[in-house]
C-alpha cells in the first residue's frame, strides 16, 4: 500500500527530517537527487514497499517526515547497497535507510507488529543486556510481540530442534557483559 497524505497547507510540512539527515556524514548529499528513479528500477524490493527509495527521498525533502519514518519500506530494505552504487548522484541510499531506521526505533514510529523492526529492538536488547543472542529466546520474544497465535503452530519445529539439539533455550551470555555495554552506550553517544 502507497504512502498518501494530502495537505491543505504548505505549512503543515516539517521538514525536520531533512534537517536531521543533512547533519549526518554525507547526509547532505540527499539534497542533489535528481528523482531519475534509477535507485527504485534497480532495487530488487521495492515492489513490496509502500514507497520507491525515490519517493522516499522526494518525501523527505518535501517535508513528509513522520510518514517516512512509519513506513514499511526502511524495513524492508535488504542493504543489498545495489541504489547506492547505482545512483548518478552518488547519494549514499543505503546509509540513509540505516539511519532512518534508527530513528524510527528511537522514536518508536514503526509500524506495530512488523516482524523486522521488532526483531531488530529485540536482538539489540538481549545483546545489550548479555552479550550474546539466544536464539530461542529471541524468536518466542519476537512471535509474542508480532504474532502470539503463531507460537503454536511452531511448537513441533521448535521441539525438534531441541530434541537434535539444534535450538536449546539455555541463556547465552558473555562474562562481563557490562563492558560491552559501556562500548555500546559509547557508540550511541558518538552517532548523536
Ligand atoms: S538514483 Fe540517486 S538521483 Fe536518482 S532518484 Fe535515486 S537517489 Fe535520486
Ligand atoms: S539497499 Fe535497500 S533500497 Fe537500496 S536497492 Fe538494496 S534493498 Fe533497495
Do not use: H
Not at 121 to 145: D, I, P, Q, S, W
Not at 176 to 189: M, N
Request: proline letters at 5%.
Amino acid at each position: 500500500m502507497e504512502i498518501k497524505r494530502t495537505i491543505a497547507y504548505e505549512g503543515e510540512l516539517d521538514k525536520s527530517l531533512l534537517t536531521r539527515l543533512s547533519a549526518l556524514p554525507e547526509g547532505n548529499l540527499i539534497r542533489r537527487c535528481i528523482q531519475c528513479g534509477t535507485c527504485s528500477g534497480v532495487c530488487p524490493l521495492s515492489i513490496y514497499m509502500d514507497s520507491s527509495p525515490r519517493k522516499l527521498i522526494a518525501l523527505i525533502r518535501e517535508g513528509f517526515g513522520k510518514e517516512v519514518l512509519s513506513s514499511f519500506t526502511i524495513w524492508l530494505c535488504s542493504s543489498c547497497y545495489s541504489c547506492t552504487v547505482s545512483c548518478p548522484q552518488e547519494i549514499p541510499i543505503t546509509e540513509i535507510m540505516y539511519a532512518l531506521k534508527r530513528m524510527a526505533l528511537e522514536e518508536k514510529t514503526y509500524p506495530r507488529r512488523f516482524p523486522v523492526p521488532v526483531l531488530a529492538r529485540e536482538f539489540y536488547r538481549m545483546v545489550f543486556k548479555e552479550g550474546r543472542n539466544t536464539e530461542a529466546l529471541l524468536v518466542l520474544r519476537l512471535l509474542a510481540k508480532t504474532n502470539i497465535l503463531k507460537t503454536f503452530s511452531y511448537l513441533p519445529m521448535g521441539l525438534n530442534l531441541m530434541l537434535t539439539r539444534r535450538l536449546s533455550l539455555k541463556k547465552e551470555k558473555i562474562s562481563r557483559p557490562s563492558q560491552l555495554r559501556k562500548f555500546l552506550e559509547a557508540i550511541k553517544e558518538v552517532g548523536k
